[in-house]
C-alpha cells in the first residue's frame, strides 16, 4: 500500500509516504527543517555582528591631551541637504564625555569615551553615525606631536591630515576644519561662538 518517497531522506522513509499520509509527511518535513532555518538566522546574526566589529571605527592608542572643555559647531553636507548640530566635549571624571544636539538643544548622541572604548550615555537609543564621528572628530582634534603615537597608520602633510580609507581632515585652523569620510558626508567643524550658527 505504501510507495516510498524517491528522495530516500531520513524523514521521508520515516512516514513512508503514502497519498494518505503527505499531509503528516509534510509536517514531519516542517519539523525537520526548522532547526536548519534557526541555525541559518543565527549564522546570519553573528556575521553582522562580526562584520559590525570589523568596521568599528579606529580609536588612538592613547586618549590624546584635549584642552576641554570644547563646544564645536557641526555641519553635515549630504547630497545637497545640511544639518547643524552642537557638540560638547568635556571631561568627566577619567571619561570624555561627548554631547550632541541639534541647534533646537534637542539629544542627538551621547557617547562616554572611557578606557578605549565608546559607552552608551543616558538613554538616547545607539546611533552609529554619531559614533563614527565622535572618533573622527578625536583623530581630527588630536594634536599633531601626538599623531603618530596614536594612529601608526596616520600622516599630516602641512594643512591635511589622514587616515587612509577612513578620514581625511583639511585644516583652515587649528579647531576649524573639513573632514570627510569616503563613503558618508562631509562635515564643516568650526569653534561654537556666542552666536548661532
Known amino acids: 500500500m505504501f510507495t516510498v518517497n524517491p528522495c530516500g531522506s531520513e524523514p521521508a522513509r520515516e512516514c513512508g509516504t503514502s497519498v494518505n499520509k503527505q499531509v503528516g509527511c509534510d509536517a514531519l518535513f516542517a519539523s525537520r527543517l526548522a532547526p536548519t532555518g534557526v541555525v541559518g538566522v543565527l549564522l546570519l546574526c553573528v556575521a553582522l555582528l562580526l562584520s559590525a566589529c570589523a568596521s568599528k571605527a579606529p580609536l588612538p592608542e592613547q586618549t590624546p591631551n584635549l584642552t576641554l572643555p570644547l563646544q564645536l559647531h557641526i555641519q553635515r553636507l549630504q547630497a545637497e541637504q545640511r544639518q547643524d548640530w552642537v557638540l560638547v566635549i568635556q571631561r568627566e571624571g577619567p571619561a570624555i564625555r561627548w554631547s550632541m544636539m541639534d541647534l533646537l538643544?534637542?539629544?542627538?548622541?551621547?557617547?562616554?569615551?572611557?578606557?578605549?572604548?565608546?559607552?552608551?550615555?543616558?538613554?538616547?537609543?545607539?546611533?552609529?553615525?554619531?559614533?563614527?564621528?565622535?572618533?573622527?572628530l578625536l583623530f581630527a582634534l588630536t594634536p599633531q606631536d601626538e599623531l603618530h603615537g596614536n594612529y601608526p597608520a596616520a600622516w599630516q602633510h602641512g594643512a591635511q591630515r589622514a587616515l587612509p580609507e577612513r578620514w581625511n581632515v583639511r585644516y583652515s585652523q587649528p579647531m576649524s576644519f573639513e573632514l570627510n569620510l569616503p563613503k558618508g558626508p562631509k562635515y564643516q567643524v568650526t569653534p561654537l561662538s556666542g552666536e548661532a550658527p
Do not use: H, M, S, T
Open 105 to 136: 538643544g534637542i539629544p542627538q548622541a551621547r557617547q562616554k569615551l572611557v578606557d578605549g572604548e565608546w559607552r552608551a550615555d543616558g538613554l538616547l537609543p545607539p546611533n552609529p553615525e554619531a559614533r563614527e564621528l565622535f572618533a573622527a
